[in-house]
């Protein structure tokens, strides 16, 4: 599970068959790269929708031909071609790849989340469709399935913004809801520099409760998977919820103590993927 860049995406686990690797790296290749036009580089925000809107262009030019081996330049081609070929033989729905460039575009129009329900909504764009991609590519997916790996999904997007906290902050962004923070008294452009006060405690431990609820609320998926894809659900749950206990272990003070995992984690990561289902 990679925390560091594209959400907890399982690109390249070792309990990934090495046949569906291919698959996954396509999805991969398409989400990290529309991810890097909408946060990294010095691109203005007019040139990132317009590098996003080619990625929309070159989608739809897969829906109406199937599997086009030319997208009209080699950066495209190399993102796209791959993904053509795997979308159509796993029948992944090119909506999730439209949700997920919605999100991004959202990223580059950034406007801070009114409340939880605004900030669920995002989640539901830039996280639940990767979970649901995933169920393609495995021929998991039913009602069930769906719904608990969107509540996976959502509580890893979560995990990652309290984890980014501070580095977010650097790009202008807070991804806490406005009214938590009011309610809380709590202005986090000033909180960075102070010493983590109640208030911001109180804060962190509600946000964490919510997500490790969501988190848990997702985890029977684990049950109605079989094999390989079971033990990287199992691992993916588990490294989210260390995640969200290193946070508690640091009391909130994500500003200065950036959570990651260690090699020390992944033995206990591992011990409760084995024991806690």
């Not at 029948?91 to 575009?105: G, V, Y």
């Not at 969107?150 to 806490?176: E, M, P, S």
């Not at 406005?178 to 909180?191: F, G, K, M, Y």
């Not at 094999?227 to 990287?232: M, N, S």
């Amino acid at each position: 599970m990679s925390v560091d860049h594209y959400e907890n995406f399982p690109v390249a686990s070792a309990l990934i068959p090495a046949a569906l690797r291919p698959a996954i790296h396509a999805v991969y290749a398409f989400a990290r790269s529309a991810d890097d036009i909408a946060d990294e580089g010095d691109l203005n925000p007019a040139a990132r929708l317009e590098k996003l809107q080619a990625y929309r262009t070159a989608l739809r030019k897969i829906q109406q031909s199937g599997n086009p081996d030319d997208f009209g330049s080699s950066e495209l081609n190399q993102v796209f071609i791959p993904l053509a070929t795997i979308i159509r033989q796993y029948h992944l729905p090119i909506s999730a790849f439209q949700d997920l460039l919605t999100a991004f575009e959202s990223d580059v129009r950034f406007m801070p989340f009114a409340n939880q329900q605004a900030l669920l909504e995002y989640c539901r764009f830039s996280a639940n469709p990767v979970g649901l991609l995933m169920l393609h590519i495995y021929q998991a997916v039913s009602e069930e399935n769906i719904v608990f790996s969107n509540q996976i999904c959502t509580a890893l997007q979560l995990v990652n913004f309290w984890q980014d906290i501070a580095i977010d902050l650097n790009k202008n962004r807070v991804y806490l809801p406005q009214d938590s923070l009011h309610q809380h008294n709590i202005t986090v452009q000033n909180q960075a520099s102070e010493k983590i006060t109640p208030e911001w405690i109180g804060l962190m431990r509600e946000q964490i409760a919510f997500t490790r609820t969501m988190m848990l609320a997702g985890a029977p998926l684990v049950k109605n998977l079989r094999g390989r894809l079971a033990w990287e659900m199992r691992m993916i749950i588990q490294g989210g919820l260390r995640i969200l206990e290193k946070i508690e272990n640091v009391n909130y003070d994500v500003f200065n103590q950036r959570p990651v995992l260690k090699k020390p984690d992944w033995a206990i990561i591992s011990w409760r993927a084995l024991t806690h289902f």
